[in-house]
């Protein structure tokens, strides 16, 4: 159980506060090996109410689930150039097993395009197999650097779906459709407004043709990339022999897809609504949507207050919310309050002996502070109030983070517009998309591109648009920001 010292406030120290508030609501812990970490129960169950989320929109668009090996042949690595030198300096690599050295090294797996292209080459041969729709909830490993819980770990979660198509068409389809499941994920269960944009060639995964992204605001103004969707071509269909037979009887690539999202989500729904008391959860998501506190302090009271807490609590079960009976002893009221705060739960009831008297409870809402966000709601009824009173504070979540996001959002016109703003929000910016620009920018202003948004580029390379920073034509407007 987390002790209830408070967290370093979010003006004094961002990032302390945010670890703060990771450990303290008992989220997740370091583990022994440098840069992974223990993800605690009420952090897992988190994770598992957005993975269910996400896997329901993935199996109501024809996407099934399956499972690869965690161990990776290096030649698989090496058969795709460009995927290679992108990962190289985050493999993990096992040239030893069962006490002896290896004949070839295994990678521990950092993505699975390699080892699913292999398998993609043996299960398609016709185009009566496409599409092949496979998505699979793992872990992976990257070598990191910079840990931080969540954000950035050696070892994390994730979901990587990975498709084959007959045509270039469908599989660019498929990269915008999962790419608008994501955006539909993040803004409905998460309440975290997300901007669909295309990554620049800079900043695209290696060895895809487009990669496409979901970027979120964080509380302070950061860029977190929440989810990735990558058209990859023919690149791996070619380094496999994704090959089938069309229907005129001739040999054809595929064209194939990859996308994902991670444990680093948790981390963003932290940084999205968290504030000095701790977590703000949406209730879509929360693990326990409201926490029943009983009151009392006579044997007559207890009897009493939890009777009719036992029919709250069933009342509210059988309507489906997700709940917790606080019936620790010995612990004082306002120090369980002060804990559930920490924790985000959404609303919390104080059931007492008046309470009790009354046939009602008090509500308050974790949003909302203070006196402006309790109300006593009657028994009767209270499965249905409680419900609205959720929806409420979902939907308020979402526009209190969007108004938030959107107040920071500006339109650039010159760089040095650019460097004054960044640290203040998001600038938007005519950009040629070349390396060089984005590496300059990064050095002068340790911003970087975040993406070039779709709702803000009906056409790329527009016709006299120029470059803010090299004044060489445009390739389209990218919000430029520091970014986890």
Known sequence: MAE??????????????????VKMADLADNAPVRGCMIIKPYGYELWENIKTAL??????????NAYFPLFIPMSFIEKEAEHVEGFAPELAVVTHGGGKELEEPLVVRPT???????????WIQSYRDLPLLINQWANVVRWEKRPRLFLRTTEFLWQEGHTAHATEEEAVAETLQMLDIYADMAINECAIPVIKGLKSPQEKFAGAADSYAIEAMMGNTWALQSGTSHFLGQNFAKAFNIQYLDEANEQQYAWTTSWGVSTRMVGGVVMAHGDDKGLRLPPHIAPYQVVITPIWKTPEDEESVFRFTNLVADQLRSAGIR???DKRAGLSPGFKFNDWEMRGVPVRLEIGPRDVEGNSVMSARRDVPGRDGKQILPLEGLEMAIAELLENIQSSMLETATKFRDERLHEVETYEELKALVGQGWGLMWHCGSPECEDKIKED???????????????WNPVGEKCAVCGKPAFGRAYFSRAY
Request: glycine share 6%.
């Open 112 to 122: 699975s395009e390699t080892v699913i292209g292999h398998a993609f080459s043996d």
């Open 4 to 21: 209830n010292k408070g967290v370093t406030p979010q003006s004094e120290d961002y990032s302390r506060w945010y670890t703060d508030v």
């Open 55 to 64: 896997d329901m929109r993935f199996k109501a668009t024809g996407h099934r």
């Open 445 to 459: 202003t340790k911003a970087t591109s975040r993406c070039f948004p779709l709702d803000e580029n009906p056409e």
């Open 323 to 325: 709940i917790h009976v």
